[in-house]
């Protein structure tokens, strides 16, 4: 069980009174949520999340894990951070996943065996020999969420970590992350910048210019029109069509299929991947 | 204008054919056009992207501009010349100045030769039209931007170079919606007779629409070559499971492939809505 709340914190890079970016913030995540964190550039995203793992102080405010005030690196949370480049340690692809256990300081056949489970979850066992820079963007944002995973962590911190990955290996980390939530109980917050990512999550929580602006279910979220386009942000075409087959009583509620299993409602089923 | 002929690329010399990072690629660009190169994390997009802008010498295959081979001699600088210039997927690789300012005014002034005026100018346009608040970061360290404003940044640097081929690899990581469409839409813009764009993306939906080429990369090879309109129509199992097409077009080329629909394959709600509805319609009477 991992809740994390932020309580009143202020927060901001410079000193000048402009350069604030949260005032007096407060939200609660509570154990096994699955948190989509949106809102345009610059908003203050990855600060919250780094906010949570103990990455930066606020300079007001309390951050608590579980009821106590967090006083250095949040221990219950692997963070992945934005630009996997950051954070691959090693010049081997298992051994990269391999080195937080073995900074616990995990003997050598557990490392192994949760090595290569968390590589093929993320679908990237075929190149655990291989040399960690010569995998694509795409592939190493998949190998330092392979390391998050490895470590077992009750929450992880997930700075947009599938800006890269395409197609659909999107689509199954993003199964995974489901997975993982309800299998294991594990509490996730992920900032993204595409809404398709968060029509799954339990709750959405909007930031701009340091507010929390919205924060509810997704759907509840995709009826926000005006707010959606001052975010910037856009309705997924999929949650556009499923409203406007409920509203055609074409489909019952507002559920969002995916578009296979859309096809398949209808009654054509595509056989898609070979692999 | 650009042509990769018969591209074969290895990182470590003397591994099996089957392990090349690119295996046997051909494409090419003409002024004018844009070709959308796409395909899996790892299928060679951005090692075929920097084989095309001049910055890694093929194993094997010729790249040519405007005829000329492109590593035909040793020293030679594309970008430099302002033939040919890359946004990187990292903005970070990309920047080496302590300040935004000497990041953006690097190239136009050493690589063109513009004088301070016309860089001023140059790079005020391109910002604006980027929405960069230019004068707010111009002081600052690249690297302390957010990502979304760390990409505008090496954005403007290559756009403002206005080179002869332009080659972007994810150019929309790190934006939100309405940034990704508005840029999709600037580069279409920004497209001249004269020019010519390689772009590396997956998010299909916004080059689809107006790219002249689609090229599918898997583990190297060239899966599928041809317009937006042969990908969205294909069932190809081999190129279905190396791309994801956005959804309203896969129900929409579903819907016609399996004769419930005849109308075009379409990326709207509006259409693909009113194309469930026959479909639904077709399934009840059958």
Known sequence: MVEIELDNITFRYGHRRGDLLFTELSLRITSGEWVGLVGPSGAGKTTLLKVMKGLLRPEAGEVRINGAPLQELNPFAAFVFANPENQIVSPVVAEDVGFGLEQAGLDIETIRRRAEQALRRVGLWERARDLSHHLSGGEQQRLILAGALALRARCLLLDDPLSMVDGHARDDLLALFGEIRKEEGCTLVQTTHQLDEVVNVSRVVALERGRVVFDGPPMAFFREDSLIDRLGLEVPPLVRLGEELARANLMAGTEIMSSRQLLSFIGVDEARRTD | ?286
Do not use: C
């Not at chain 2, 009113?274 to 009477?285: G, M, S, T, W």
């Open chain 2, 1 to 286: 204008m650009l042509k990769a002929i018969d591209i074969s690329h290895t990182f470590e010399a003397g591994s099996a054919p089957s392990r090349w990072a690119l295996r046997s690629v051909t494409v090419g660009v003409e002024a004018g056009e844009t070709v959308l190169i796409t395909g899996p994390s790892g299928s060679g997009k951005t090692t075929l992207a920097r084989i095309v802008a001049g910055l890694e010498r093929p194993s094997q295959g010729t790249v040519r501009l405007k005829g000329e081979d492109l590593y035909g001699t040793e020293q030679r600088s594309t970008s430099a010349s302002g033939q040919v210039a890359m946004a990187f997927q990292y903005p970070e690789r990309q920047f080496f100045a302590d300040s935004v300012w000497e990041e953006l005014r690097w190239g136009l002034h050493l690589g063109l030769g513009l004088d301070e005026e016309a860089i001023r100018t140059r790079l005020a346009k391109v910002a604006h039209e980027l929405d960069l608040p230019l004068e707010a970061v111009a002081r600052r360290s690249p690297r302390q931007l957010s990502s979304g404003q760390q990409r505008k940044v090496a954005l403007v640097s290559v756009l403002a170079l206005e080179p002869q081929v332009l080659v972007l690899d994810e150019p929309l990581t790190g934006l939100n919606g309405r940034e990704r469409r508005r840029l999709a839409e600037l580069l279409r813009q920004r497209l001249r007779q004269d020019r010519a764009m390689v772009v590396i993306a997956h998010e299909l939906e916004l080059f689809l629409p107006w790219a002249t080429t689609v090229a599918v990369l898997a583990a190297g090879r060239l899966v599928f070559h041809g317009s937006p309109q042969e990908l969205a129509a294909t069932g190809d199992p081999a190129v279905l499971s190396a791309v994801s097409l956005p959804p309203l077009i896969e129900i929409s080329s579903s819907l016609k492939r399996h004769a419930l629909s005849e109308g075009p394959v379409s990326n709207e709600v509006s259409i693909v809505l009113d194309q469930v509805r026959r479909a639904v319609e077709k399934r009840d009477l059958r």
